[in-house]
């Protein structure tokens, strides 16, 4: 099991999935959380094949399981820019950092789109 820690939640890699909880260390990193796991429920709604599945989200955003992906391990720049372009066309709102893109198999998608 590893654990790491993001802005505003906590992330779990647990076997084959990625468990995401919003941080407790202040109120208003707590709501951004929630917040974000809720935006993550949402987009994983839209079935984008640049998004990684959500396989469960609580309603009310403090759970929100992900299949596990692998990382990409160092930056293709032209690669990651033109990845970060396509999921913006989607509507998928991103933070344009290479380690929020998964590598599932060959097939890159974003595993964190919850800002």
Known sequence: MLHSFG????????GRYAIKTPRVCSWSVFLNGLLANLNERLFG???SPLAA?????DPVGLLLIMERADT????????VQYFFDRCMDEGLPIDRKPENIGVFG???KLI???N
């Open 53 to 57: 599945d959500v396989l469960y989200a």
């Open 106 to 108: 060959s097939q890159w």
């Open 45 to 47: 709604t839209m079935h």
């Open 112 to 114: 964190d789109f919850g």
């Open 72 to 79: 990409i391990l160092h930056e293709r720049s032209k690669s």
């Open 7 to 14: 802005a505003t939640r906590n992330v779990w890699l647990i």
